[in-house]
């Protein structure tokens, strides 16, 4: 396969890409090698694939069942999800997570991480998830979070379970710190998994400090443990909502630590503006992380969309050039270098957090998989959430866009 006339973030020239056995071969102006289908993109961006480093397909699209969350908070969310959680079965978890996966591949979603709940003694959703991950594979590549919604010291048999799910095959470990029912237990928790994890050889990703506290302090610790590990690499820090509320000299030491321990962000803006603040009066806090100054420290930061039509947050469809464009807004990155720097944030930032680099990346040499966006640049990509009208995949074009035509009607201006 041979693409020509493509924009290439970086690449002041137009060049061309040549693909062979799923490969990328050369990526260069004017290739006269001709090998296959050719398809001109016309001086259109080219992106890798769009990365969705943070969702939670066992709960996707079950908005409304058993009732709608009414509050809009996480609570609400939490409880209508441990009420939702009692009717689950592997086939009601697979055909609700292959059909969000299909959402996510519409949009050049290629590599998902999901959170998949293991607070159940039956392990159902985490059953049903790793015969997901083998399902799609044509679509995405897919890591697995064993994620303890509700604790692992707070929920009966809670460590058993997350040992369970190591044999299960899981490939990554999750906690929920600041939902344990008291500090300690949250700080014993995340020791847990740290030591779980380096036996197992496994990722740590963490929904750490999600809550409008500023006493809740939970990533120092997952920071302290990384440094201790020296994991930091494989340490993902989710939500960390609370680091907003932090005051300032306290947050000036911690970034010092963080520094040291190299962990990678996860910010998922769409959906901490949705359920936090909702305590609040005013001002009303936008409940996100600090990304803005964390990308300035010089740490690796990501977004997610967490959620598609859940307990917790009732929209989504996939779309996460929609959820970096509204991040956008939040995290006030809306500087022109920051607009033009921002589609790493779902590329490669994200594929950096999910550890993938080596098969990631327009690159002779790395998996042909790429997004042909129907934009001329990333500042107009990100303006106009320009959908991808190519995705291919190792080669193979797994999905694609014909957008919709706007027309003006000829005497719209009165002339
Ligand atoms: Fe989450």
């Known amino acids: 396969m041979k693409i020509t006339n493509c924009r290439i973030p970086g690449t002041p020239e137009l060049c061309d890409i040549l693909i062979e056995n799923g490969v990328f071969k050369k990526i260069a102006p004017n290739l006269t090698d001709v090998s296959g289908q050719t398809i001109d993109a016309e001086g259109r961006l080219i992106s890798p694939p769009f990365v969705e480093p943070h969702i939670h397909l066992d ?114 470990l999750g906690a929920i710190p600041h939902g344990e029912f008291m500090r300690d237990y949250g700080v014993e928790s995340l020791k847990f998994i740290m030591k779980l994890a380096e036996d197992n050889g496994l990722l740590v990703d963490v929904h750490c400090d999600e809550i409008d506290d500023e006493q809740s302090r939970f990533l120092e610790v997952l920071a302290a443990l990384a440094i201790s590990y020296g994991n930091g690499r494989k340490v993902t820090a989710s939500h960390t909502c609370a680091m907003g509320s932090y005051n300032d000299a306290y947050t000036y030491k911690l970034m010092g630590v963080l520094q040291k321990a190299g962990l990678s962000f996860v910010s998922c803006p769409t959906e901490s503006i949705h359920l936090q603040g909702r305590m ?20 690796n930061v990501c977004f997610a969309q967490d959620s598609i039509m859940d307990p917790w947050y009732p929209m989504g469809n996939g779309h996460i050039l929609n959820v970096l464009f509204h991040g956008l807004h939040i995290a006030q990155l809306t500087g022109r270098g920051e607009i033009d720097r921002s ?37 107009n990509a990100v303006r106009c959430q ?30």
């Open 280 to 299: 609040d009066t005013y001002p009303k806090r936008r409940g996100l992380t600090r990304v803005k100054e964390l990308l300035a420290a010089g740490l």
């Open 59 to 172: 709960a996707a699209l079950t908005a409304g069942d058993p009732e709608w969350n009414a509050s809009g908070t996480l609570f609400e969310g939490i409880e209508l999800w441990a009420r939702r959680k009692t009717t689950l079965s592997e086939q009601d978890v697979i055909e609700r997570a292959v059909a969000t996966v299909k959402m996510c591949a519409l949009n050049g979603i290629q590599f998902i991480r999901t959170h998949v709940d293991v607070t159940d003694p039956d392990l159902v959703a985490l059953r049903a998830m790793t015969q997901v991950r083998t399902m799609v594979r044509d679509l995405c590549e897919m890591q697995i979070v064993a994620f303890p919604q509700d604790g692992i010291l707070s929920f009966p048999n809670g460590r058993g379970l997350m040992e369970e799910a190591v044999k299960l095959g899981v490939d990554a």
């Open 386 to 415: 320009s959908p991808p009208l190519y995705s291919i995949r190792n080669g193979e074009i797994i999905a694609r866009t014909e957008p919709a035509k706007k027309i003006l009607a000829a005497d719209s201006l009165g002339g």
């Open 343 to 379: 589609l790493e944030m779902i590329t490669t930032n994200s594929a950096k957090a999910l550890g993938i680099e080596d098969r990631y990346g327009l690159e002779p040499g790395k998996p042909a998989s790429l997004l042909i966006l129907d934009a001329d640049s990333v500042y």
